[in-house]
């Protein structure tokens, strides 16, 4: 059976081409799609600068300790180590509780706390060593050789 010529020119003739129509339904879905990625990256940098950039002391002295042994003015005192390098003691004075704020940099073995007075505007440092840090035990010795035996507190 032979085609007509009209029908081999409709046959043979390229159909034009339209321009790509993006319903609602596309635009929403790349919209959300970029949204989420940018709160993906937005979660993913707060998260690695949170706990890598920003963290000053070691995961093991993270937390809240006990002082089981030591100086007597230590008695009964419990210190919080933050991941940000402060520190907080509450201290046994006079069967009151005594708070104790400190910034804490560890080099090496050693501990710095530098202790800022509200009433004199002074800051002092003090240093001492670390003789044992695991997750359950924390040992320091001051330059007296006076040793402070911790244990954590769940």
Known sequence: MKKSKAAKQRTCQPTPIGRPSFGFGKIAFIVISL?????????????FFEFVVWNRLPSELVGRWEVIQGPREYKDAVFEFHRSGKMIGYLNQNEKVGLLKAEIRIEGDKIYSTTHQQETGQEATTVQTIRSLTAREFVVEDPKGNRTHMRRIE
């Not at 949204?35 to 998260?47: H, I, K, M, R």
Request: avoid cysteine.
């Open 35 to 47: 949204l989420l990625l940018a709160a993906g990256a937005t979660a993913g940098t707060w998260a």
